[in-house]
């Protein structure tokens, strides 16, 4: 795990990305909640690519688990925490942080940012949003 700072003007570039995030669909080779969203987040925020082993090496649900297992996580917010910091408790994220909120399948978790009192997530048309109650984990980013 690395520190990692927040550039001095991250809001701008952190709304490009979700305003081009919200027209973009979800899809596992192009637009996933991990390396995609969250990763694309930290490396907007901080100027770090945390996420370059894995772009690219996958295409599917099933492509994806097979990396996430193989990186030896079986969990993608575990995932996540061997890449940033993590909160005691969701309530301490703030904005551009990534949230993690259970889901049932093999990845356990999904991936969403915080901003303000709403988590953005990925949809089937672009970007969903759900209450920053749902998740049960939160990572800091710089």
Do not use: Q
Not at 20 to 29: C, E, H, L, Y
Not at 34 to 57: P, W
Not at 76 to 90: G, I, K, S
């Amino acid at each position: 795990m690395i520190e990692l700072r927040r550039r001095p003007l991250w809001i701008g570039p952190f709304n490009d990305v979700l305003d081009d995030m919200r027209r973009t669909p979800f899809d596992w080779k192009t637009n996933d909640c991990a390396c995609k969203f969250a990763g694309r987040i930290v490396e907007v925020l901080t100027g770090e690519n945390l996420y370059a082993e894995f772009d690219g090496a996958y295409d599917d649900a099933a492509s994806a688990y097979r990396v996430m297992r193989a990186a030896g996580f079986t969990d993608l917010a575990d995932m996540v925490a061997a890449y940033l910091p993590e909160y005691d408790h969701p309530s301490e994220a703030h904005i551009g942080d990534i949230m993690a909120m259970p889901v049932d399948t093999p990845f356990g978790h999904s991936l969403g940012v915080l901003n303000g009192e709403r988590i953005f997530t990925l949809a089937p048309n672009g970007i969903n949003h759900i209450d920053r109650a749902a998740a049960t984990r939160a990572f800091r980013v710089g």
